[in-house]
């Protein structure tokens, strides 16, 4: 595949992998794309933590399925997030940012202008909407054959400096290699992000993973071979929407949006 193919072709993958192991040469395919990045100083602060045991997995996958349960049915995933939410095309094609939910039980539909009002909230804890969307998010982690935990060494990591920002900065460019080379290898990615949402929860994937003092666990992503025939859960969305260049790219200064960009020239999009 061409590299702007691969790049232009990234996604997150929201639905489940083929059960195969992902392979030891693949695995260390994904490391090297990784350490390959750069860094400041070349400092590499990255560390991974590589996942393949069941019962480990298994139990992250809880850890998640809770967590998810847990913030969506207090209201507070939807509070903190909810100008991400689109719930129609023409809400997307106006923002051309965030997720749309394009898929949704019918029982649902006729709710989601009130999907964040205390009615709205009230109705879906009632219908059972968290612990439907945790258990589906259990399953979707339980089915991965791998789970790779990302640290940084805390002597780089330090938040309150800019040695904080270059490592976060690095840690980002090493992700985005590893992100790309999936789809060289027909694999597909997902941030397991729910236990981050509840600091107790994220704390038991630390103490399982036995994560020392001098290394903070940052993200922990699933990953897998993308089967041919991909199954949406019942809840899902898109997000493959982009801003145009004029929305984000200024000239000379920031008082000129750039012009003349809009037009998608990728390749094969004409």
Known sequence: MEFLDVVFNRRTTNGP?????????????????AAAAPSQFNSQPWR??????????????????????????????????????????????AQRSGMLFDKLPALLRPFTSKAFTPSGQSLMNKLRVPQTLGEENRKLVAGSPLLIGVMLER?????????GFYSVFSMGAAMENLWLTTVELGMGIQFVSF?????????????MLRVPEDLELMAVYRLGYVPERTHRPAIDWSSRERKRPSQFVFRETCDTPQEGWDQDVRPGSA
């Not at 002597?155 to 040695?163: D, F, I, Q, T």
């Not at 981050?196 to 038991?204: L, S």
């Open 195 to 207: 236990p981050m949402e509840a600091p107790h929860q994220w704390q038991r994937i630390v103490d």
């Open 17 to 33: 992998f083929r059960p195969d192991p992902v392979s030891p040469e693949h695995q260390q395919l994904l490391i090297r794309a």
């Open 155 to 163: 002597g780089e990591y330090r938040p309150e400096e800019l040695s």
């Open 48 to 93: 991974f933590v590589l996942i393949e045991d069941r019962d480990t997995i298994e139990t992250v996958a809880r850890i998640s399925g809770e967590s998810m349960t847990e913030v969506m049915g207090a209201g507070t995933f939807f509070d903190r997030y909810k100008k991400y939410f689109r719930f129609s095309q023409k809400e997307m094609d």
